[in-house]
């Protein structure tokens, strides 16, 4: 779709949006008759940037459903918790629909035909991953297998046995399960992967590629805004992730909320223009990206995001230096002698003098090259453990614990002191 075709298709869409949250009369309603907006025909994309935000803390404050705003809803679903407990999302039949094509969208960019078929690992339930990738596959044609997270063993049988060309599941447990097949001795099957749901950086992209002989790709999405789908990197996207913007306007902005420059990183705001069960009008999420439009050229005309650089709130502030933990990982796995599991130990046990330290396994002394390595990349020293392999804890199921914060007791992780 041109630009300009789709511009339009998004400021009727936004206006419909804002038709449906006033006629709903709750509380994104009152602030946008506080904001003086009681016409959405007078409404214009570049207005969106003047119209108030919804937080997490919002949902939270107005939990379970006060955000719904229409009642035919067939499911809900929720996020996996992020910051502290999750937040219940109530879907209508056309908000699913939705999510299904989005999704067959991301599968398509990805390769995937109606001949594949899918190896899905991410979990189903409540969170949106495994669900997500489902309605997406089915819509596409492609056949798909639903593992569900956990139980190594029986997807290495069936890995085996079923011969799948397409691998969905976290980062990390795409490098576990790469383990557990060359434990086995089977050889990956695979050719191509979408893995999301936590941040990973180009140097796990590299491990995960590695290890599995395929194509990583990054996927993103959130429950409160439909799921994954909301972003997918594609084949021909020169590593960033095309934004499902005729669903979603996205935008990037400071900590006080002002819009940042393409390129430039910035927490991500969604607008969620074409759901009817709990739509969202400019909804900060929390993470961290930068945006940039489509790759020069290209037949896609969508915007593009980058990788997450992380969350906001999980950005240390280390001597007074802001530091995201994707940061950390750009550098540890960018030496071939550090294994793809690691751990980043805020150390708070001394209130005054709190610390940065970084849990990494090898057979080698790393600790002085990379502790060099993270000085000149972070602008602060990390003190650097060396551990066996196998003694940083594995993710069966869910999202890796990369960051911990370490206020007493027993170490996070044995031989740390």
């Known amino acids: 779709m041109s630009p300009d075709v789709r511009r339009a298709l998004q400021e009727r869409r936004l206006r419909q949006l804002l038709t449906r949250l006033l006629d709903a009369d709750g509380l994104q309603a009152a602030r946008l008759r506080d904001a003086g907006v009681t016409r959405p025909a007078e409404v214009g994309l570049d207005d969106l940037h003047a119209l108030p935000f919804v937080t997490k803390q919002d949902l939270w404050d107005h939990y379970p459903f006060g955000f719904q705003v229409d009642d035919r809803i067939v499911c809900v679903h929720g996020s996996s918790g992020t910051g502290g407990r999750p937040t219940l999302v109530p879907y209508t039949a056309r908000d699913v629909d939705i999510w299904a094509g989005v999704m067959a969208r991301a599968l398509g960019g990805a390769g995937v035909t109606r001949r594949s078929l899918v190896h899905n690992a991410y979990g189903y339930g409540l969170f949106t991953g495994g669900l997500g990738v489902h309605h997406g596959g089915m819509r596409l044609g492609a056949t798909v297998v639903p593992l569900s997270g956990g139980m190594t063993e029986r997807q290495v049988r069936l890995i085996a046995d079923l011969q799948p060309d397409v691998l969905c599941c976290t980062p990390s447990y795409a490098i576990h399960l790469g383990e ?138 280390v001597r007074g230096v802001n530091v995201f933990p994707t940061e950390i990982e750009a550098v540890v796995l960018a030496d071939a002698r550090v294994g793809p599991h690691y751990l980043v130990v805020e150390d708070r046990r001394d209130a005054g003098r709190p610390e940065l330290r970084v849990v990494v396994e090898s057979g080698h002394d790393v600790a002085p090259d990379l502790t060099a390595a993270l000085r000149e990349r972070l602008g602060v020293t990390c003190r650097v453990a060396v551990v066996p392999v196998g003694s940083v804890p594995r993710a069966e199921t869910g999202k890796a614990r990369r960051l911990v914060r370490w206020d007493g007791g027993p170490p996070p992780v044995a031989g740390l002191t």
């Open 180 to 317: 557990a097949l060359r434990a086995a001795g089977v050889a990956p099957p695979f050719r191509v992967g979408l893995f999301g749901a936590e941040p990973w950086t180009g140097g796990m992209r590299r491990q995960v590629e590695e290890l599995l002989g395929i194509r990583a790709l990054d996927i993103y999405g959130l429950s409160e805004v439909i799921g994954p789908g909301v972003a997918c990197e594609s084949l021909d996207s020169d590593h960033m992730l095309n934004v499902a913007e005729d669903h979603f306007l996205v935008e990037a902005v400071d900590e006080a909320g002002r819009p940042v420059p393409d390129g430039t990183p910035g927490e991500l705001v969604f607008t969620t223009v074409t759901k009817t069960g709990m739509p969202l009008l400019r909804y900060r999420t929390g993470d961290v990206a930068s945006l940039a439009p489509p790759v020069p050229g290209s037949p896609r005309t969508l915007r593009r995001m980058s990788k997450l650089l992380g969350r906001r709130d999980d950005m240390l502030v």
